[in-house]
């Protein structure tokens, strides 16, 4: 309607100006009208998040050799995450996706998770092992006596959503924390992880 009656209007004078108007309006109909399809589509299909928890971690060497400076960390840490994609009409590509151990702030591991893509409603179960030194101010780990460690694992990756076959959304990051309280040589019980961006 609005189109219309820029047309009708007659402006012979004008001509190239009306024509290049006419152009102008035609364009910003074209992208209101892709802008609110898209809008319709993100609506119907809007991605819930990914949940992610930490089935059961176990601790099998965890001390600080504090003779260096910085001290060392030598550490050895499996763990068995569940990742589940909710959503009953987007499934996932994960670009990226990896999972990041923090003792006292401080990052000292990072291995990659094995899963790239995951359909609509899918939940896999994934291990990862985090094994090595590092180096970082970290305080004597076995002082504290308790043998009571606090790690925190953080799942981060790249991920795209993908709607249907109708079109696959850019990349976004996807980072995800969680908190576990860990003993050397015992598995961890079921900790659900906190998601911070997706
Ligand atoms: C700590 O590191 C120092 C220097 O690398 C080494 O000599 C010492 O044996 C280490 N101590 C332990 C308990 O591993
Ligand atoms: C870490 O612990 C696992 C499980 O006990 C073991 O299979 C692996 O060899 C260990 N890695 C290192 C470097 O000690
Ligand atoms: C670290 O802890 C061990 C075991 O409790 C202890 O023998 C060592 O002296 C401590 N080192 C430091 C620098 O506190």
Known sequence: MYIL??????????????????????????????????LLIWLIYRPRTI??????????????????????????????????????RVSIYYDRLQVEGFYQEELFGRAALPLSFQGVRRTDAVRAMLQGSSAGYFDNATGSGTGVFPVDLWVVGTVRYKFGDLMTTSASSLSVKCPLVLQLMEASSRVECIVISF
Request: hydrophobic letters at 45%; proline letters at 7%.
């Open 51 to 88: 949940l992610i928890a930490v089935d059961s971690a176990t601790l099998w060497r965890f001390n600080v050799n504090s003779t260096t400076s910085p001290p060392v960390l030598t550490f050895n840490l499996t763990a068995g995450v569940s990742v589940s994609n909710p959503n009953k």
């Open 5 to 38: 009656r820029v047309i009708v209007r007659p402006a012979p004078s004008r001509r190239r100006l009306t024509t290049f108007r006419i152009l102008v309006r035609v364009f910003i109909g074209i992208c209101t009208f892709v802008g609110a399809l898209s």
